[in-house]
Every structure is written in C-alpha cells, then in structure tokens.
C-alpha cells in the first residue's frame, strides 16, 4: 500500500527559504516519480516539480523555476523541495505523490497520472 508524508511547512515572510520532505512508503526506493504538488482553495493541484528517481532527472514549472529545488537523499527514501525566494502567491497546501511512470510522463506534472496523496503539508509567505 502506496501511502505519503509530507512535512516542512511553515510560516515565512516573503523571500525566505523552507525546505519539505517526502516520505513515501510502499514506493521502490529511486524507481518512482516523485512530485510536488500544491493547491490552494477553489483551484485544481497545480504540478509543482517533480524527479525521475530513477536518474535523478527533474522538471519543475515555469513560476518555480530558478528558485525551487527538488532532491532525493542518497537511498533514495526522502524526497526533498528546497524552495528559496519564497512569494505570497506560493502560498498553498503542498502535496507529495509517486507514480510508476516514464520519464515524459513524470516531467509533464500531470495530475492524471499521479493517484496517491499525503495529508499534505501548509506553506504561508507573507509580504
């Protein structure tokens, strides 16, 4: 059984730094994708980053880029989002999930193809 915990959340002020974890349990250690989700409410979970555990390859969307991070440690159990220059607009919940998917799959951060989600984890950046 496939099950996610997230963790790492917090309170910043705008430009800070938080960094949150992503136990998966159930998962193949480095042989799943891994991504980062967020939604805040009345909107759709929105496609944060995401990681090809396999080869470490990873993808992230156009508003994260440059100053969000994703990372596994070394055996592969915790997945990490390092998010530097935090904006009031990442104001979210941010979510982890894992699929068995390809590569193009996992970069697309597609939804559709990820099916099992943790409680979830609050980010709150204040201006």
């Known amino acids: 059984q496939v099950q996610m915990e997230e963790s790492g959340g917090g309170s910043v002020q705008t430009g800070g730094s938080l960094t949150l974890s992503c136990a998966p349990s159930g998962v193949p250690a480095r042989r799943a994708c891994i991504a980062w989700f967020r939604q805040t409410p009345g909107n759709e979970r929105e496609g944060v980053a995401s990681i090809y555990t396999y080869d470490d390859r990873t993808n992230y969307d156009d508003s994260v880029k440059g100053r969000f991070t994703v990372s596994q440690d070394d055996a592969g159990n915790v997945i990490y989002l390092t998010m530097n220059n935090l904006k009031p607009e990442d104001t979210a919940m941010y979510y982890c999930?894992?699929?068995?998917?390809?590569?193009?799959?996992?970069?697309?951060?597609?939804?559709?193809?990820?099916?099992?989600w943790g409680q979830g984890t609050q980010v709150a950046v204040s201006s």
């Open positions: 999930s894992a699929a068995d998917v390809r590569y193009d799959h996992c970069s697309s951060l597609r939804q559709v193809y990820f099916k099992h």
